[in-house]
C-alpha cells in the first residue's frame, strides 16, 4: 500500500479483508441468535460469569497485597462474593437470565410510571413533549408487565435487540471493507498532490 493510497483514503487490502471477515461473522451471529434466542442470551450471561469470575480473582489477589488491614479485608471479601456470584450465574445460566430479564421488566414498569406520572405532573414543558413522555411511559410499562408476566419474551426481546445491533454493525462493516474507504480522516488527505 502506498502513500497516495492512504491520502485517498483507501484501507490496506488485509484491513479490507479484516472489516469483510468480522463483518460476515457479525452477520453469522445476529442470524444464531435470531435462530437460537434462548440459547443465545444464556451463553452470553454464561461468559458474563466467566468474566465476573475472572475480575473476582483479579480482586482477590489484590486485595491480599494492600497495606491498609482493612481495605485488604474488604478486597479480599468483595472478591470472594464476586467469584460466589460468578459460580452461580456459570452454574445455572438459564435461571440467571430469566432472573435478569425479570428485574429487566420491573426496571422498566418502575421507569414507565414514573414517566407517566412526571408528564402529567409537568406544567411547564409543552403539551406535544408531555404526551410523548406519558406515551413512553405507557409502552414500558406494558412492556414491564409482559416481560414479568412471560420472561420467554423478555429473552426473544432481548435477543432481537442484540441481533439487530449485531446485524446493522456486521453490514456496516461488509460494505466498508468492499468499498475500501477508510471509516477514519487521515490528515491530508483531501490535498492533491
Known amino acids: 500500500m502506498t502513500d497516495s493510497n492512504f491520502r485517498n483514503g483507501k484501507s490496506p487490502g488485509w484491513v479490507r479483508a479484516a472489516q469483510i471477515g468480522l463483518g460476515a461473522i457479525s452477520v453469522v451471529l445476529s442470524i444464531y441468535i435470531l435462530a437460537l434466542p434462548g440459547l443465545a442470551v444464556a ?11 475472572i475480575v473476582g480473582i483479579e480482586t482477590i489477589i489484590t486485595g491480599i497485597f494492600l497495606r491498609s488491614k482493612s481495605s485488604r479485608w474488604t478486597s479480599v471479601g468483595l472478591g470472594i462474593l464476586v467469584i460466589i456470584l460468578a459460580i452461580i450465574v456459570t452454574a445455572f445460566p438459564l435461571g440467571t437470565t430469566i432472573f ?15 414517566r407517566v406520572i412526571h ?4 406544567k411547564e414543558s409543552h403539551s406535544w413533549s408531555r404526551w410523548f413522555r406519558i406515551g413512553v411511559g405507557a409502552l414500558e410499562i406494558v412492556l414491564g408487565i409482559l416481560i414479568m408476566a412471560s420472561p420467554a419474551l423478555g429473552v426473544k426481546l432481548v435477543a432481537f435487540m442484540i441481533a439487530i445491533a449485531l446485524l446493522i454493525t456486521g453490514i456496516q462493516m461488509i460494505v466498508a471493507g468492499i468499498s475500501g474507504r477508510s471509516s477514519r480522516i487521515i490528515p491530508g488527505s483531501s490535498r492533491k498532490k
Open 43 to 53: 451463553s452470553i450471561v454464561f461468559f458474563v460469569g466467566i468474566l465476573l469470575l
Open 100 to 114: 435478569l430479564i425479570i428485574l429487566m421488566g420491573v426496571a422498566l414498569l418502575i421507569n414507565g410510571i414514573s
Open 119 to 122: 408528564g402529567f405532573r409537568d
